[in-house]
């Protein structure tokens, strides 16, 4: 990885890690000697956020064989181009050494690793252009078969049982927390505090 990504990711953990002992000293005193005020704050907070919408627009379809078909010699003679192009590219134009060792300084990756993501890469796009250029043939002179392969193979999948789980409210966590109140504050603290302290005994070093 990346030195600049790595010293980025590290920094953010370490805020992250400061505000969330913090914030848990805080609302661990919060239980212990002010909870009227934490319901409060928890009454203002709280608020349902339902995925009906979302799911609405993911059931939505959205139908374009019409149009790829009205328009199937643009479209077929686009992929066909582009196929060929990537055929072109990767085939001949590609210098496989330079771009490895160029990888492998990059993102500091051993060569031999280096090498093997590019040919899979390499391999992978061929693959795809070579499939790109036969659908492109089919679009153009055969859409027929097309048409039968695009019926048997759009299938609809919905959502909506998937989503629906998220459309049931669960106070259980909440019910807990108000009947140990006591507890879950001490544990919040002493919990924040003890993240608080390794923190910062690992900045001054």
Avoid at 117 to 139: E, K, Q, T, Y
Avoid at 149 to 160: C, H, I, T
Wanted: glycine share 8%; net charge positive.
């Amino acid at each position: 990885m990346h030195p600049f990504i790595q010293s980025w990711l590290a920094q953010s953990a370490v805020i992250f890690l400061l505000l969330g002992s913090v914030a848990g000293m805080m609302v661990g005193a919060l239980l212990l000697f002010r909870r009227e005020r934490l319901r409060n704050i928890s009454a203002l907070l709280d608020r349902w956020i339902s995925t009906r919408r979302l799911d609405r627009a993911l059931e939505r379809r959205i139908t374009l064989d019409p149009w790829f078909y009205r328009h199937r010699q643009v479209t077929g003679t686009l992929i066909l181009i582009g196929s060929l192009f990537i055929l072109y590219f990767f085939g001949f134009e590609l210098e496989r050494a330079q771009t490895a060792a160029g990888l492998a300084k990059r993102f500091t990756y051993p060569l031999p690793l280096a090498e093997a993501l590019l040919d899979a890469m390499v391999f992978s796009a061929l693959l795809g252009a070579l499939c790109a250029i036969v659908a492109a043939l089919f679009i153009l002179f055969r859409p027929s078969i097309m048409r039968g392969f695009e019926a048997g193979a759009n299938q609809w999948l919905s959502l909506r049982k998937t989503l629906k789980p998220l459309e049931v409210p669960r106070e259980g966590l909440e019910v807990y927390v108000e009947r140990h109140a006591r507890q879950v504050g001490i544990f919040l603290m002493l919990g924040g505090l003890y993240t608080l302290v390794l923190l910062l005994i690992w900045l001054g070093r």
